[in-house]
Every structure is written in structure tokens, then in C-alpha cells.
């Protein structure tokens, strides 16, 4: 499987290549890709997408939210598979992604991890079995993280709210007031090197269930996408996310 990097000399492109590199699951590098550059070799490297139209089997991407429709039109062009795992979308963005996958395969999900994805169905399941309890959600991050809250948090509350229809996200709460019944609080802390930590805390007035997913290395986010690609390429046109991948296991 022949993978393009967009974003390759980024933290998570490093991380792409250093695996692809090495094999995992069947890749291999095709192209490095980065608007500023990127220190890549044994493979053609170029400065934008459109720059390279050799042989593809897949593109990742881990650039930034506004390179999406760029990205799309090049996928599309070329008849190409995409995993987006860049976060902080619009819901321009996202209604473009949900388009685009009419046409190719598109995997898009903000956090690439299988504990992730186990942390997202506990949380559904807890706060279907606790109806009425208070939900709030923690989230750290390193202090180089541009967008807040983390598209993980927001992950993990969307699916929440798969249970909850009238949940309303209060991100970063800072008025005087008391908490309404149906808000999910979502907190973000932005501290050091922390690679990324997720909490979810659902309370009655007698108990608090706390689920917590903690990654220590940001190889596991590399690694998710290589599997993601690898389950990506043989799928037909359509948009698919973590839950997907896990169900075709
Ligand atoms: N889904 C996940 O599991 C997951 C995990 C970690 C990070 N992320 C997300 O991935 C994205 C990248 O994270 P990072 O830590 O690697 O950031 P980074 O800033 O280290 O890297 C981003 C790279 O994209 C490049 N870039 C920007 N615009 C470009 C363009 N138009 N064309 C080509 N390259 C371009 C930049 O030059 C940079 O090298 C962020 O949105 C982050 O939140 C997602």
C-alpha cells in the first residue's frame, strides 16, 4: 500500500513515515508532502499535493483543518482514498468531507486510537445506564495545540449525545450559575508535553463513574492511521470512522 503523507514534517507526519518506513501494515512510502518542507528521503517529496501524481494507493493527513478542501479536490481528482485525521473542522469542512465521500472512501476521525474508541462506547453506554447524572468531560494537551476544545473531547460527547438528544456542550464554563440538567461541561487544559488525556466523569448525587483514556506516545495516533488506511483502500466509496474499523475486526 503505497501512502502520501500530507503534512510530513509535522509531529504526527514524522511519526507516519518513521512507521511507513518500517513497513506497518503494508505501507510504504510514496510521497512526503509539507507546505514548509520536510527533511524525507527514499521517497518524492514535494510542497503540495498537486505537485505529486505518481503512483497512490492512500493519502493521510495531519496538516490542519483549512487544507481540507484542497485535500478533497486532489483526492477526488486522483480517485484516491483519504484518511483526515487533522481536527478542528468547520461545519463547512465537515459537510465537504461528508460529500467528497460520496465519490472516494474517507475515513475521518479525531482520535485514531483503539483505547479511544473502546473509551467513546463505554461513555455511550454509561450515560444511557445514568440518564439523569451530570456529565462533564477533561481534556489535557501539550502547549503547542492550536484548537480547543480537542476534537477527542468532542468525539467523546457527540457520541454522548448519540444518547442524550438534548445535550448541549458548555465548553469551558465561566459564568456564575448553576449547571442545567442536559449540559455536557467540556474542559480543556493546555499544559508541558502531555501527549493527550481524556476524562469523562458521569455523577448522581450518590456515585461518579470516571473513564479516563491516557496516551502515552503519540506513535499510537501514527499507528491508528496506517490501520486506518489499510481497512481504507479496500472499502468502496463512503465515510467511515473508528466504529467501522472495529466492526470489520
Ligand atoms: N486524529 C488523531 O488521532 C490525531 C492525533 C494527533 C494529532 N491530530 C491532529 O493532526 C493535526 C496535525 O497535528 P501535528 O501535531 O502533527 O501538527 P504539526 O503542526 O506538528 O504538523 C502539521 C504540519 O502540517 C503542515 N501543513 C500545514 N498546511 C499544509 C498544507 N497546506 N499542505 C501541506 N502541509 C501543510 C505544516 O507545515 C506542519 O508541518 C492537528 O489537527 C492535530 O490536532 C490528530
Not at 465521500?101 to 486510537?113: G, K, T
Not at 438528544?165 to 493546555?190: F, M, P, Q, W
Not at 491516557?214 to 488506511?229: I, Y
Request: with cysteine; hydrophobic share 45%; aromatic share 4%.
Amino acid at each position: 500500500m503505497k501512502i502520501i503523507v500530507n503534512g510530513a514534517g509535522g509531529r504526527m507526519g514524522n511519526e507516519v513515515i518513521r512507521m511507513a518506513q518500517a513497513g506497518m501494515r503494508g505501507a510504504e512510502m510514496a510521497a512526503a508532502v509539507d507546505i514548509n518542507g520536510c527533511n524525507v528521503t527514499g521517497c518524492a517529496v514535494a510542497k503540495s499535493l498537486d505537485e505529486y501524481e505518481g503512483p497512490a494507493d492512500c493519502v493521510i493527513d495531519f496538516t490542519h483543518h483549512t487544507v481540507t478542501a484542497g485535500l478533497l479536490e486532489y483526492a477526488k481528482k486522483r480517485k484516491l482514498p483519504v484518511v483526515i485525521a487533522t481536527t478542528g473542522h468547520t461545519e463547512d469542512e465537515k459537510a465537504l468531507i461528508k460529500a467528497a465521500a460520496a465519490e472516494i472512501p474517507v475515513f475521518f476521525s479525531y482520535n485514531m486510537s483503539l483505547g479511544v474508541a473502546v473509551l467513546a462506547s463505554l461513555a455511550e453506554k454509561a450515560a444511557k445506564m445514568f440518564p439523569d447524572a451530570d456529565i462533564e468531560i477533561i481534556e489535557k494537551h501539550h502547549n503547542r495545540k492550536l484548537d480547543v476544545p480537542s476534537g477527542t473531547a468532542l468525539l467523546l460527547a457527540d457520541r454522548i449525545k448519540l444518547v442524550r438528544a438534548d445535550a448541549e456542550y458548555v465548553i469551558g464554563r465561566h459564568e456564575n450559575g448553576k449547571r442545567t440538567k442536559n449540559e455536557i461541561g467540556i474542559h480543556s487544559l493546555r499544559m508541558g508535553n502531555v501527549v493527550g488525556e481524556h476524562e469523562i466523569l458521569i455523577s448522581t448525587d450518590n456515585e461518579v463513574i470516571t473513564l479516563k483514556h491516557e496516551a502515552k506516545d503519540r506513535a499510537l495516533f501514527a499507528e491508528g492511521a496506517l490501520s486506518a488506511a489499510a481497512f481504507l483502500v479496500k472499502q468502496p466509496a463512503g465515510l467511515y470512522n473508528m466504529q467501522d474499523m472495529m466492526a470489520a475486526e
